[in-house]
């Protein structure tokens, strides 16, 4: 997982690296990353010669960076621009620029040479960057390679001015920063790249963490063994989906079919008679389960009687239920059982609030966030919320006693207790009808499955592994929407036919 840091955070650490290795020598090591960077984006493109590399360079530090990389750059034989883009600049690294590459340009004076620019090196304003700069404006498909921070962003909120340089990449030193992963950040700093020159964080707290595919990857690998090949499917994990309606058919279709692409042990589904036979067509290795068979599995686990009747190792709920008519219940008697469950969608709206001893994930939207809020006696304003999500998903997972997924472009994933990860991994194409849907069926295959768990025995699955599975299905729903919107449009039925493919290479 990688440490999230707020601005303040990072100029601390950064005032006493400068006091130790002096801030030319720092200055230097982040103007070789970020030419290493410009490098490796212009491999496949063009050779040394034929590139032709702009730096847009700002008046303090982030411009010295741009500087002191374009001159490594015309160094290894790049045809290099920089263009100042305010009166002022930093003054050694100017020098050292002109020493090598020739005189510095105004913006005004090297504008045109933007159309031909192989790469924009964007090192107008980094960390001190505030709201309300003149930005230039690139002309459309101009690759940009932000330097830190991408000039408009403000990278203690993230967000963004509506004339912020879009990035490509962005290379950021020292450590992840909180406004990097938040608000408009995803949107516009393309794929980030840590360097870390070698900053010691070691003795303070981070704000957050990220997930991204890598850190996914060792956190599914946990509890995996070679004793995993040989359990049978009741071993494996059974999940029992809880969903659909007359209104909304389609959702338990789609939640159902997704936990079967996910390789589930077995799915046992409770909906309404007149969804069933449909269910039962759309995703035929299901088990239908009734509310005699589910009390039974609940009287058995409670009396740890593993192995006999209808066993379930976790549960997914609320998807298309009609919350005029819920089940009440049976979730009534499912929420008061200690088996692992997700829940989502409709599901929201009857769980309750105060102590639980089941392990809960509950994966609202910034909407049904602010439902669960006001239910338990909290009113905000989506705004508010925007501002600052991790302390509003916080607020729901105390007031419920669940893991909370707060679902969108960046989402929050945030404990009972406080801690929280982050997941900043979606496509953009995950906003259509549905794909909520497939998280549950992905999310609730995770929870039942005993070699993700990591629970074979009697001992329940810890919060903060639920966390840990919740944001790995996260980063999986946020893969599968980039894989699949590399093919084409985005639907749910096409992210479910790219699932296992998507999930072999998550290892499953
Ligand atoms: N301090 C260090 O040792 C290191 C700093 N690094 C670089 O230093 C950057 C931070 O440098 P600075 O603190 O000089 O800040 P910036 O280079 O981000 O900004 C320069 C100045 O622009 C001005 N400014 C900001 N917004 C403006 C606006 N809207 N209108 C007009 N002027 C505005 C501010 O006075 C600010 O100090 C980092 O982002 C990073 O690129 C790296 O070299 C790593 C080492
Ligand atoms: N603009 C966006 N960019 C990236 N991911 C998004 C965006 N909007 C929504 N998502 C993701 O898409 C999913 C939508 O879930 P949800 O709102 O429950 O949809 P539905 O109710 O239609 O199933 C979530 O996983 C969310 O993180």
């Known amino acids: 997982m990688i440490p999230v840091y707020s601005v303040a955070q990072v100029r601390a650490v950064e005032a006493q690296e400068i006091s130790k290795r002096g801030s030319e020598s720092l200055m230097r090591a982040a103007a070789s990353e970020l030419a290493a960077a410009a490098e490796a984006m212009l491999a496949q493109t063009a050779s040394p010669t034929d590139a032709l590399i702009i730096g847009l360079i700002g008046p303090g530090n982030n411009g010295g960076d741009g500087l002191y990389a374009l001159t490594e750059l015309a160094q290894r034989g790049y045809q290099t621009l920089a263009l100042q883009?305010?009166?002022?600049?930093?003054?050694?690294?100017?020098?050292?620029?002109?020493?090598?590459?020739?005189?510095?340009?105004?913006?005004?004076?090297?504008?045109?040479?933007?159309?031909?620019?192989?790469?924009?090196?964007?090192?107008?304003?980094?960390?001190?960057?505030?709201?309300?700069?003149?930005?230039?404006?690139?002309?459309?498909?101009?690759?940009?390679?932000?330097?830190?921070?991408?000039?408009?962003?403000?990278?203690?909120?993230?967000?963004?001015?509506?004339?912020?340089?879009?990035?490509?990449?962005?290379?950021?030193?020292?450590?992840?920063?909180?406004?990097?992963?938040?608000?408009?950040?995803?949107?516009?700093?393309?794929?980030?790249?840590?360097?870390?020159?070698?900053?010691?964080?070691?003795?303070?707290?981070?704000?957050?963490?990220?997930?991204?595919?890598?850190?996914?990857?060792?956190?599914?690998?946990?509890?995996?063994?070679?004793?995993?090949?040989?359990?049978?499917?009741?071993?494996?994990?059974?999940?029992?989906?809880?969903?659909?309606?007359?209104?909304?058919?389609?959702?338990?279709?789609?939640?159902?079919?997704?936990?079967?692409?996910?390789?589930?042990?077995?799915?046992?589904?409770?909906?309404?008679?007149?969804?069933?036979?449909?269910?039962?067509?759309?995703?035929?290795?299901?088990?239908?389960?009734?509310?005699?068979?589910?009390?039974?599995?609940?009287?058995?686990?409670?009396?740890?009687?593993?192995?006999?009747?209808?066993?379930?190792?976790?549960?997914?709920?609320?998807?298309?239920?009609?919350?005029?008519?819920?089940?009440?219940?049976?979730?009534?008697?499912?929420?008061?059982?200690?088996?692992?469950?997700?829940?989502?969608?409709?599901?929201?709206?009857?769980?309750?609030?105060?102590?639980?001893?089941q392990p809960r994930v509950l994966t609202p939207h910034a909407k049904e966030l602010r439902m669960l809020l006001r239910r338990a006696g909290v009113s905000v304003t989506t705004e508010e919320v925007r501002q600052d999500p991790i302390r509003w998903t916080r607020w729901v997972a105390l007031a419920y006693n669940a893991v909370v997924l707060l679902k969108g472009p960046t989402s929050y994933v945030v404990a009972p207790n406080g801690a929280n990860l982050v997941v900043c991994h979606a496509a953009a194409q995950l906003a259509t009808a549905g794909s909520g849907d497939i998280l549950t069926g992905i999310l609730g295959y995770m929870l039942s499955d005993s070699s993700l768990t990591g629970i074979y025995g009697l001992e329940t699955v810890s919060n903060s592994r639920l966390m840990e599975l919740t944001a790995c299905a996260a980063v999986i729903h946020g893969q599968l929407g980039r894989v699949t919107a590399q093919q084409g449009t985005v639907s749910a039925s096409r992210l479910i036919d790219q699932l296992p493919a998507v999930m072999k290479d998550f290892g499953f």
């Open 85 to 357: 883009c305010t009166e002022t600049g930093h003054p050694e690294a100017l020098k050292a620029y002109a020493s090598v590459a020739g005189t510095v340009k105004s913006l005004s004076e090297g504008e045109e040479a933007l159309s031909s620019a192989s790469l924009v090196i964007d090192a107008i304003y980094g960390i001190g960057y505030r709201t309300g700069a003149q930005l230039p404006k690139l002309p459309a498909g101009t690759r940009v390679l932000a330097c830190d921070v991408p000039s408009g962003l403000n990278c203690e909120t993230g967000s963004a001015d509506d004339d912020v340089l879009l990035a490509e990449r962005t290379v950021t030193f020292g450590a992840m920063k909180t406004g990097l992963i938040s608000q408009d950040a995803p949107l516009v700093t393309g794929e980030i790249q840590v360097a870390t020159l070698d900053f010691d964080f070691s003795s303070i707290t981070p704000e957050t963490h990220l997930v991204d595919e890598n850190s996914a990857q060792e956190l599914l690998n946990v509890h995996r063994s070679w004793r995993d090949a040989g359990r049978h499917k009741y071993e494996r994990g059974v999940l029992g989906l809880i969903a659909g309606s007359a209104l909304y058919p389609g959702a338990a279709q789609l939640t159902a079919r997704a936990a079967v692409a996910c390789g589930v042990g077995l799915l046992r589904t409770h909906v309404p008679e007149e969804v069933q036979s449909l269910l039962s067509l759309a995703a035929p290795e299901t088990v239908p389960l009734d509310d005699e068979q589910i009390t039974e599995a609940l009287s058995l686990a409670r009396r740890h009687l593993h192995g006999r009747g209808a066993k379930i190792s976790a549960w997914a709920i609320g998807p298309g239920i009609d919350s005029r008519t819920p089940p009440t219940g049976v979730i009534a008697n499912v929420f008061d059982s200690r088996q692992p469950a997700v829940i989502d969608a409709s599901g929201l709206e009857v769980v309750p609030t105060g102590p639980s001893e």
